[in-house]
């Protein structure tokens, strides 16, 4: 049996593993080629770099049990407009995920969806085959009293976070916030009153754990959040980019002091604190941190968190989850921990200013987790469960990305694949009638989705006026960028002052054109956004993705029309009755 499976996944390797493989190099190479159209030399490398890469992870992959190329095959022309999935045998991988959770990550320190559109949204994670909600609050949690300063003007409400609560256990979803308590704490850190807790003081990431009040706000923060969850099992404690470790000077003389300068024992050091805090308020749960600051932890570095926290591994990458972790990550696990949880992503992990999610890029690596999982059923360690990250910005500073709403495609496809064990044509046309579409939903990034297929589910309107305007977006980056503004209206030009005016009047024109374009999407974009993000994130997100190009072409404009004066002034001086005549016609 076990012959007649390797034999198999060796074919599937060969016809199938090949093209999924190629297949997004080929998006890759291509989405790369239009971000870098201007700098050829620049274009070359980074495309080059993305073929090595995903070359690299076909020859590493064949070692490995290939989940992926037993589910997915992809056949694709050079644009990857016609991107296909087969029907293939995947019974093997169908009960992988039966019984584990499947966790719905809300990231809400971006855009948070108003508790009208969760009410409408949560079943639909239910139907998908959620299990459970990680919700990570950050400034959106009511914090109160000595903390009050942490909630955000736009937080929600004790009643409302009641009501997202009850309405989780209504669908059978279990709930676990998360809250940082080591890293990524701008949204506390930021605040004047907290500065000086700040590890170095310029950067507002870390937490300096060698002064006692950094551990009085942490439990301070954690008591709030029991408080408002009561019946939760689980509680995410964060801990993952823990950037810049005793870097002061307090926390200097305590790793050389206590730990010997061992930076592994001293980040363990604050972990143990937290999550025995945690379980000491609450003596039947069970605290999960991410993994990303243990993997180059040995055995004996790891058995002081033994049966106190369990670690979540991250991984958001399409390609061969082994290339990511040392060697003798997973073995050192399996001794020390009994349970551990995996993490994928179903948005706001390809770049941190973009608008609309790349279904693609985030259903494969659900493939390869299916791999990862398959593999740890033969271990001693119990998979609990994957949680499937929606990140709304790559950090509590940076802009938004993908909103929830434009993402629920990709969610829906990235559960229905743990659920059913493998991607083909049958699901992908599924999930699209599911959410309302007439066909099936294009997997690919969709710079050239000019008149996107409507759907119909909770937010579809943001979805798709979002798609619009990321079309719209590439069209105006395109112009400015391109041939005509770069040939006859660039800095060299204007400094010499030789025009070809029909030129400039048709920049004026197409600028113009562009400016009622963009104009005609933010309306859509703002009726559509109205009972669904809070109005600051929604001027947010104007500022930032349509204000600047707005302004900018603008600037086209009034370039051209000061242009065209200077011309006309010029023309005059030389034959003030061309002008004249000039007028008359006009």
Request: some cysteine; hydrophobic content about 40%; charged content about 20%.
């Amino acid at each position: 049996m076990l012959i007649r499976r390797y034999r198999y996944a060796m074919r599937c390797f060969n016809n199938r593993c090949l093209r999924i493989l190629l297949g997004l190099t080929i998006t890759s190479a291509f989405y790369l080629a239009y971000q870098l159209i201007s700098d050829v030399n620049g274009a070359n490398k980074l495309i080059g770099a993305t073929i090595n890469t995903h070359l690299d992870s076909i020859k590493n992959t064949k070692s490995s049990k290939l989940i992926p190329a037993k589910s997915l095959s992809v056949h694709a022309d050079n644009n990857m407009e016609n991107t296909k999935f087969d029907d293939v045998e995947c019974k093997a991988q169908e009960s992988l995920m039966r019984n584990k959770h499947k966790l719905v990550h809300l990231d809400l320190k971006g855009s948070p969806p108003s508790l009208k559109y969760l009410k409408e949204i949560i079943p639909y994670f239910a139907k998908w085959g959620a299990t459970g909600l990680l919700i990570e609050y950050e400034d959106t949690f009511p914090y109160k009293d000595q903390l009050s300063v942490l909630a955000a003007k736009h937080a929600y409400k004790p009643s409302e976070i009641n009501e997202i609560l009850a309405l989780a256990e209504s669908h059978k979803l279990q709930v676990i916030p998360l809250i940082q308590t080591y890293g990524h704490m701008e949204f506390v850190l930021k605040h004047q009153q907290f500065i000086h807790l700040r590890e170095i003081p310029l950067y507002p990431m870390v937490i300096n754990p060698c002064i006692n009040e950094s551990m009085k706000l942490i439990k301070e923060m954690i008591n709030q959040i029991f408080i408002l969850h009561p019946n939760i099992s689980y509680i995410h404690i964060g801990c993952d980019e823990v950037y810049n470790i005793a870097n002061s000077e307090i926390c200097q003389q305590q790793l050389h002091n206590e730990f010997k300068g061992d930076i592994i024992q001293f980040f363990l050091n604050h972990v143990v604190k937290v999550a025995s805090y945690a379980r000491a308020k609450k003596s039947d749960i069970k605290v999960i941190i991410w993994d990303d600051m243990i993997r180059e932890a040995s055995v004996d570095h790891l058995r002081v968190i033994q049966g106190l926290v369990e670690p979540m591994v991250w991984n958001y990458r399409w390609f061969n989850h082994k290339q990511l972790y040392p060697s003798d990550m997973w073995r050192n696990y399996a001794a020390v921990f009994d349970n551990i949880w995996g993490a994928s992503c179903f948005k706001g992990s390809t770049d941190s200013n973009r608008i609309v999610t790349p279904i693609i890029n985030q259903v494969v690596p659900h493939m390869y987790w299916l791999n990862v999982i398959s593999e740890l059923e033969e271990s001693t360690l119990n998979f609990r469960g994957l949680a499937l990250t929606g990140w709304s910005r790559y950090d509590h500073m940076a802009v938004q990305c993908e909103m929830l709403p434009v993402a629920i495609p990709a969610l829906a496809m990235c559960l229905r694949t743990l659920e059913i064990g493998c991607f083909t044509d049958n699901l992908h046309s599924e999930v699209s009638t599911d959410l309302g579409f007439s066909q099936p939903i294009r997997l690919e990034y969709m710079e050239h989705e000019n008149n996107p297929i409507q759907g119909k589910f909770p937010g579809s309107n943001v979805y798709e006026s979002v798609v619009q305007l990321n079309s719209l977006l590439f069209r105006c980056k395109q112009f400015l960028n391109g041939q005509y503004v770069a040939g006859w209206l660039n800095p060299a030009k204007l400094k010499s002052k030789e025009f070809n005016v029909l030129r400039i009047e048709q920049i004026s024109q197409k600028a113009e054109k562009f400016i009622e374009e963009i104009t005609e999407v933010e309306k859509k974009i703002r009726s559509s956004m109205a009972d669904i993000i809070p109005q600051v994130h929604i001027d947010e997100f104007i500022d930032t993705y349509i204000k600047a190009i707005h302004d900018e072409l603008k600037n086209v404009v009034k370039t051209c029309e000061d242009v065209k004066a200077e011309e006309m002034k010029r023309l005059h001086n030389s034959d003030p009755l061309v002008v004249a005549g000039m007028a008359g016609n006009h």
